[in-house]
């Protein structure tokens, strides 16, 4: 077998062991499950070239698929999850997991240290019906977020990879695409040197909760996503782990800047070369 086989063969192992991974983090497991959990990410390779990510809204569905898929990146050496409540992860050396309140103050104690160069990922995300208000919304969707984009900017990190959504515009007279455009207009205005917007339209994945309406979606999605061509290809579901692929790509790439990442984009970096 040749060394390039050999190689994509390897990337072939790892990147499906990331995808176990995300779909098991956030479920409900056996302690039968959990130790083989355990035993396939105390598989993965380590070492990698010193790399940090942190990761926001690492308990929903695309933040789940972004812990497993960069544990199994030899790039990354730590992966920071920040979550709100107690959380059990499968075990890794790589993995630390952070509780914060979402204050400056708690934030910047607990990852002193850890900001130079990191890549943030923030793939913080609700319903108005989960949040309980349109304050509360307001406070995850938009707050949560700029909070993590001033601090990235202050301490100096990399990149910063963040999900919105499809149809995202400041000045639209829907609430969710309204406070998504004032996130992206105020992620913006930081000047990052390296921000990477990504517009997915349905998402398409394992939750840990049962959204009734979205998995009605995403059964109508599966027999109709054929028509949306052209320019309505952007409304196409997508599933979360392409969303997770597509950031961790697109933070390796050197250009800065202001990127935005629709479905065809995302979708042209589901195979980077850390996986090949």
């Known amino acids: 077998m040749s060394e390039r086989t050999r190689t994509e063969a390897a990337g072939v192992a790892e990147?499906?062991?990331?995808n176990s991974i995300a779909r098991n983090i956030?479920?409900?497991?056996?302690?039968?499950?959990?130790?083989?959990?355990?035993?396939?990410?105390?598989?993965?390779?380590?070492?990698?070239?010193?790399?940090?990510?942190?990761?926001?809204?690492?308990t929903g569905l695309i933040g789940g698929e972004l812990i497993g898929q960069l544990i199994a990146d030899s790039r990354y050496n730590e992966v920071i999850a920040l979550v709100r409540r107690p959380v059990s992860f499968p075990d890794s050396a790589k993995l630390r997991v952070v509780e914060t309140d979402w204050s400056e103050e708690g934030l910047a104690g607990a990852l002193q240290g850890s900001w130079g160069a990191a890549d943030v990922f923030?793939?913080?995300?609700?319903?108005?019906?989960?949040?309980?208000?349109?304050?509360?919304?307001?406070?995850?969707?938009?707050e949560y977020p700029l909070l993590l984009g001033r601090m990235a900017k202050r301490y100096g990190a990399s990149r910063f990879a963040v999900v919105s959504a499809i149809g995202s515009d400041p000045g639209s007279l829907?609430?969710?695409s309204r406070v998504k455009g004032e996130m992206e207009r105020e992620l913006r205005s930081l000047s990052l040197p390296g921000?990477?917007?990504?517009?997915?339209?349905?998402?398409?994945g394992d939750r840990a909760e049962i959204r009734p309406g979205e998995k009605a979606g995403e059964a109508i999605a599966s027999f109709t996503s054929f028509l949306l061509v052209g320019r309505l290809r952007a409304y196409r579901p997508i599933a979360a782990g392409d969303v997770a692929r597509a950031m961790i790509a697109a933070a390796a790439e050197p250009d800065e800047g202001t990127r935005v990442?629709?479905?065809?984009?995302?979708?042209?970096?589901?195979?980077?070369a850390s996986m090949l």
């Open 26 to 58: 956030g479920a409900e497991k056996t302690d039968l499950e959990k130790d083989e959990l355990e035993k396939q990410i105390s598989a993965i390779p380590k070492g990698g070239t010193g790399k940090t990510a942190i990761v926001a809204g690492a």
């Open 195 to 204: 921000l990477h917007i990504f517009r997915p339209s349905l998402l398409v």
């Open 174 to 176: 829907f609430f969710y």
């Open 261 to 272: 990442h629709g479905y065809n984009d995302m979708m042209a970096r589901q195979h980077p």
């Open 15 to 18: 990147n499906a062991s990331s």
């Open 122 to 142: 923030c793939a913080l995300g609700t319903t108005r019906k989960k949040a309980g208000s349109r304050l509360q919304f307001r406070r995850v969707d938009l």
